[in-house]
């Protein structure tokens, strides 16, 4: 494969590449005194076997079991003289196994400290060798992996011209982007690998930190290069929790951090020490089709037939009773109910009535990207609509329904009377009973945004008239922690011109980061109902703070509830976080919209009280 189409790869498509190899054969029975590489010779039919089970897990890139086959660190194993055949192997074993556009990675670590032998062998001929020999067996491109030493550095920089394939080269930095072994800046790092005449393809974080780490050291330094980014983390740091040692690692917490890595630009992503085929399995399922759906917003205009008038839009006030209160720029309050598993709505029906009679305004159901079995939040709309006297807001979500089916659903909310409606991309389904369910995004929030405005205007999908008009009272959603601020602006700005009356932010846990984000959009005149969420304990604050998209929990507020030491001593300190974050920003927003962690009802009542 040449350079020019990898590189065509790398910038239109989202490549997933696999996980750790060593894990894994360590997993099978081969302990660290083995040399993993030369496995490929003695056990090619497991080695083989991890391909495959990458490949099954829908990966567009192999890498071959290689990262230590050099000379000098073959010759501890006495297996120096073996490296042309392990190298040529390990990249015949990964192409049995790829599909006809997989591409296949040779893999080349660090030189390693050098041994007797090879005192006075030049680093770039040592990683030069493996090189040449995975190119002339067939390897697509080469990962110069878990570069640390400055030494190494200046090595690849100088046996680069001599390469005849793409390259990465992938450090190994800490949060604060400082080589974890050397503690050599990244900057100083990347001018000894731009020192050539062949410059990388593509630079890379592999391996030294979990997905959390990694996320801080990559907003640090993606800017600082123009090249595309290759994310590779290890499975999750041990955290305490509730006195508890937890390792943070699962198929969902990886997959949640790859979607951030995503969003931050990322070109490529995979896993390092600790991810397996699971996690490579459903980080693909979620983050191609997120993917999909950041492009989606390219192809939402709706052309209006010839000769079909735009009826004039209902006024906001006359829509709904939020509607009103919107155009009164009166308080509103708001509390989120997740539509319950299975089809009894008995429970969620007395919520809302509970609700009602405590004076919230809107019952909120938000969509639900964890795979299970829940009745539909319209049906719950509906019921909860029809047995107490309660308005609800309903989320939209691009990610399950084509756009024919998505304008479909608003026609029937339309009926049904259900006319608060909040439009979200929505995330990718997440790990459940349904692994083989996946998202659609044939638009995104912006696009269904517009294709609202349409119909409230009497025009359908295809620009023809429907001889009637929707009254729906368009929300979208606004996430001010967003990673990448300027994208977060840009998106909240073509939703205002796409048609929205309100918005809903993400749950804030920092009153100032939202009041900034709020000046910046001042000028869209956009009433702003803010997201709450009271913390139910320490172990719910720390799963907001590393698996929850949007989120962010600051170290402060994770002090406070970490000080509490039972759990009901926790539930009224997120209470009592929670009440002070909307006296904090009360002057700015328009409402509030608070979650009932867990379906507790009385924990959202009890931050709104008074």
């Known amino acids: ?37 030369n496995l490929v010779l003695t056990a090619p039919d497991t080695v083989q076997g991890i391909h495959q089970s990458y490949i099954e897990s829908n990966c567009d890139v192999l890498t071959a079991n290689t990262f230590g086959a050099n000379a000098n660190k073959l010759s501890r194993y006495g297996l120096a003289d073996k490296l042309e055949a392990i190298c040529t192997q390990a990249i015949k074993l990964a192409r049995k196994c790829g599909a006809s556009d997989t591409l296949i990675a040779g893999s080349v670590g660090p030189a390693g400290t050098l041994t007797d032998a090879y005192l006075n062998t030049s680093r770039a001929a040592l990683l030069l060798e493996p090189a040449r020999y ?6 697509d491109l080469i990962i110069f992996e878990s570069i640390d030493d400055p030494a190494d550095a200046e090595a690849i920089a100088e046996l680069a011209p001599q390469l005849n394939l793409p390259y990465i080269v992938s450090f190994v930095l800490d949060e604060a982007a400082v080589s974890i072994n050397s503690r050599s800046t990244f900057a100083d790092l990347l001018s000894r690998v731009m020192n050539t005449t062949n410059p990388p393809a593509a630079l890379g974080l592999n391996c030294g930190n979990g997905p959390e780490s990694t996320l801080k050291c990559f907003e640090k330094v993606r800017t600082l290069s123009s090249l595309p980014w290759i994310v590779q ?4 740091e041990p955290r305490r929790i509730d006195n508890r040692t937890m390792y943070m690692n699962s198929p969902e917490y990886f997959t949640t951090y790859a979607m951030r890595f995503a969003n931050l630009g990322a070109r490529g992503i995979g896993g390092c020490c600790g991810i397996g085929p699971q996690e490579i399995q459903e980080m693909a399922r979620s983050v191609r089709p997120l993917a999909r759906g950041n492009a989606s917003s390219e192809k939402r205009v709706i052309e209006i037939a010839a000769g079909v008038e735009v009826m004039p839009e209902i006024p906001l006030r006359e829509r709904s009773k939020l509607g009103r209160k919107l155009a009164d720029n009166e308080w509103i309050t708001c509390v989120e109910i997740t539509p319950p598993p299975g089809f009894d709505l008995s429970g969620v029906i007395e ?36 047995n107490v006297d309660i308005e609800t807001t309903l989320h939209i979500c691009a990610r399950d329904r084509s756009l024919l089916g998505l304008q479909a659903e608003l026609l029937g909310c339309a009926c049904e009377k259900i006319h608060n409606l909040l439009f979200i991309t929505g995330d990718p389904p997440k790990l459940g009973n ?78 100032d980061k939202l009041l900034d984000f709020m000046d910046r959009i001042a000028h869209l005149n956009l009433p702003v109902i803010a997201g709450v969420w009271p913390l139910a304990s320490l172990r719910n604050a720390e799963f907001m703070r590393t698996e929850v998209p949007g989120v962010v929990v600051p170290d402060s507020i994770m002090h406070r509830m970490g000080s509490r030491i039972d759990k009901d001593a926790q539930k009224a300190e997120g209470i009592a976080i929670a009440r002070e974050c909307i006296e904090a920003i009360r002057s700015r927003v328009n409402g509030v919209q608070v979650s009932a962690p867990f379906g507790n009802v009385q924990t959202a009542l009890a931050v709104l009280k008074n």
């Not at 350079?3 to 997993?27: N, Q």
């Not at 995975?134 to 390897?139: K, T, V």
């Open 1 to 37: 494969m040449s350079t020019d189409k990898f590189s065509a790869r790398l910038a239109h498509d989202l490549l997933i590449f696999d996980g750790a190899m060593g894990t894994e054969l360590y997993r099978k029975n081969f302990f660290v005194n083995v040399c993993f590489e």
């Open 134 to 139: 995975m190119a002339q067996a067939g390897a």
């Open 233 to 236: 983390p290890n499975a999750g």
């Open 351 to 386: 919520k809302s009535r509970i609700c009602a009679e405590a004076g919230v305004d809107i019952i909120n159901l938000p969509d639900g990207p964890r795979a299970s079995s829940r009745i539909a939040s319209l049906i719950t709309a509906i019921e909860i609509q029809r």
């Open 434 to 511: 349904y692994p083989a369910s996946s998202g659609v995004f044939d638009v995104d929030a912006i696009g269904l945004t517009e294709m609202q405005k349409k119909l409230n205007g009497g025009i359908d999908l295809g620009g023809q008239s429907l001889k009637m008009q929707t009254r729906a009272v368009i929300g979208v959603g606004l996430d001010p922690n967003a990673i990448d601020q300027e994208r977060e602006y840009r998106r909240i700005c073509q939703k205002a011109e796409a048609g929205a009356d309100f918005i809903v932010t993400q749950p804030v846990f920092d009153p």
